[in-house]
């Protein structure tokens, strides 16, 4: 019995969809409106007919990240996201002098509006301090949401707190420990894993630690990233220099937008 002969058609992964994907907000203000908005940090607001407030949200670059929001692909793109995409009937823009501004903006106005679509920020963050604290020649770091003796706090920071602390865990024992390097880290720190109270032997140099991290929080960055960096050994290895350059950057440019964050809070009362 002969079988009858079949072909097996291969669709090529490149062929093309016989549907494009929706564009509500393309399809409601027009291409020209993505084409005219402005390339600086911003906040903007999504509003529905009755002119209420769906959603807020920050960018660097507010025609780059608006941009993002033309394409609707249903089988990519969350419920909740397509439902907001349908609903907006007006974008308005907020422009800011930087990104930072910009992120001061967003959090008035989620906690002030607490728009339907917006689920983080929308109520008061826990008041999370950096504390710190000298014990003979250790210098002591913790997490603390209210003062507590002997404990110097530094914030309210929020959840930033927990990062600067980790990042001046791991700068300031690689200071102190400039032949040991990475490798000899205390388990979990090179990860920020830290248990809620740590300790940083200092020796004799404790006094000197206590300047400099004084000089940090009060805003003197780039004087502690040039303190931390006399410290280390001119060949430290390449791995150890980029983690270490890594956590500096971090400091030089997330401590002033944590110190400008902690300065909105107070004067919005938080």
């Known amino acids: 019995m002969t079988l009858p002969s079949c072909k097996i058609q291969i669709v090529s992964a490149t062929q093309q969809v016989l549907f494009p994907d929706p564009q509500p907000l393309v399809e409601r203000f027009g291409s020209e409106f993505f084409r005219q908005l402005p390339e600086c940090p911003g906040v903007?607001?999504?509003?529905?007919?009755?002119?209420?407030?769906?959603?807020?949200?920050?960018?660097?670059?507010?025609?780059?990240?608006?941009?993002?929001?033309?394409?609707?692909?249903?089988?990519r793109t969350p419920r909740r996201h397509l439902r907001l995409l349908r609903a907006v009937a007006r974008i308005e823009l907020q422009e800011c002098p930087d990104e930072s501004t910009a992120l001061a903006r967003e959090s008035e106005l989620l906690r002030t509006v607490r728009p339907r679509f917006n689920r983080a920020g929308t109520w008061p963050a826990r008041p999370r301090f950096l504390a710190w604290r000298c014990a003979g020649e250790?210098?002591?770091?913790?997490?603390?949401?209210a003062a507590e003796a002997d404990w110097r706090l530094h914030g309210p920071l929020g959840g930033g707190a927990f990062v600067l602390r980790a990042v001046l865990a791991r700068v300031l024992w690689l200071a102190?420990?400039?032949?040991?390097?990475?490798?000899r880290l205390p388990v979990g720190w090179f990860h920020g894993e830290l248990n809620p109270e740590i300790a940083i032997h200092c020796g004799p140099a404790i006094e000197c630690v206590v300047f400099n991290l004084k000089r940090l929080l009060s805003g003197q960055t780039t004087e502690f990233c040039e303190w931390i960096r006399t410290q280390l050994p001119a060949d430290l290895h390449p791995f150890e220099n980029a983690a270490v350059t890594a956590d500096l950057e971090m400091i030089a440019?997330?401590?002033?937008?944590?110190?400008?964050l902690q300065m909105s809070g107070a004067q919005l009362g938080s």
């Open 176 to 183: 102190l420990h400039p032949l040991f390097g990475f490798s």
């Open 44 to 75: 903007y607001l999504m509003r529905d007919a009755s002119d209420a407030i769906l959603y807020v949200g920050k960018a660097r670059n507010l025609r780059k990240r608006l941009r993002s929001y033309r394409v609707a692909n249903p089988d």
């Open 253 to 260: 440019d997330g401590f002033p937008l944590l110190q400008k």
């Open 138 to 145: 250790q210098l002591q770091l913790t997490i603390l949401e």
